[in-house]
């Protein structure tokens, strides 16, 4: 059964930019109430005010850190209290950080898992119970390709994808075993044509996503309660490949063949550092 999202309260994180502020503009032309979080408050009020050019829509705008559990709940509070029970949440927010493990600091490492890992966790955990309640709920979970294979410069990154695949899954059956009437679904795209991965190299056979083209996909997925969405089609090879193969010969293959573990050798990122918490696109071939 499809999803109406009309009249629908929809949260997205990390929405004032990139994947989320498109997911945005989907929601508001089918009639949906929108409510965007992200730490940067100038973009998000810039994307709100673009967004209420169309007659009609509802947008609320949270300034909010996902990678602090008291910032999430009392966001979680206020839109209990502006706006109701959330109907369809998308955990969209993320950051990366491209270099080698040695390198990292232990900021980097914290951050990363609390913004990609812990941040979805919490911000799922303060609006399920309502979720539950009401009934026909969706819960969008924007992981990454990198979730699913290894990657040289960005173990930290992948690490934190591959959990949120794992929880992601397994919040799933648990809401299936209950009854509960929620779909959950699972984003894992590769590399997205978005500033955010700057100078990384496409594997091959693995062509760069259009922004539009992951919201579409992942739009319908979700009203259809699909449990995964992958793009681009190679995606969907990989963990059956990962599976079968012996390890040196996935190395062989898609180290030396394909050229995912070199996709990150001049990865520059944005050119101009912003403060925003954007999964703008999934460094991640790993796919």
């Known amino acids: 059964m499809i999803l109406n999202i009309n009249e629908k309260n929809v949260l997205i994180t990390g929405g004032a930019q990139g994947i989320g502020r498109l997911f945005a503009k989907k929601a508001i032309e089918e009639g949906a109430n929108v409510i ?119 173990s930290v990154y992948a690490a934190s994808k591959w959990a949120v695949i794992g929880w992601s899954e397994s919040l799933r059956l648990e809401l299936e075993r209950a009854g509960h009437d929620i779909k959950v679904t699972t984003v894992t795209p590769s590399y997205i044509n978005t500033g955010m991965f700057q100078g990384v190299k496409t594997p091959f056979f693995v062509p760069l996503i259009q922004p539009q083209k992951i919201v579409d996909l992942t739009w319908e997925g979700m009203k259809k309660g699909k449990i995964y969405v992958r793009a681009p089609k190679m995606v969907n ?38 403060p925003t918490q954007d999964q703008d696109q999934d460094p991640a071939m790993h796919q």
């Open 237 to 274: 090879l990989l963990p059956f490949l990962r599976g079968i193969l012996p390890t040196r010969v996935f190395d062989f293959i898609g180290g030396k063949l394909i050229g995912i573990y070199n996709s990150m050798d001049e990865f520059k990122g944005h050119t101009a550092p912003t």
């Open 36 to 154: 965007l979080w992200d730490i940067n408050s100038t973009s998000l009020e810039q994307t709100a005010r673009e967004l209420r050019k169309k007659q009609g829509a509802n947008v609320f705008t949270y300034t909010v850190n996902v990678s602090s559990v008291s910032a999430i709940n009392e966001a979680a509070k206020q839109v209990f209290n502006d706006v109701g029970t959330i109907d369809i949440l998308f955990n969209n927010a993320g950051i990366v950080v491209g270099k080698p493990f040695i390198e990292h600091t232990e900021a980097d490492i914290d951050k990363t898992l609390a913004i990609n890992t812990a941040g979805p966790m919490h911000v799922t955990n303060a609006f399920m119970h309502g979720m539950i309640r009401n009934g026909g709920a969706r819960i969008v979970n924007i992981a990454s390709a990198a979730g699913l294979v290894a990657n040289p410069k960005m």
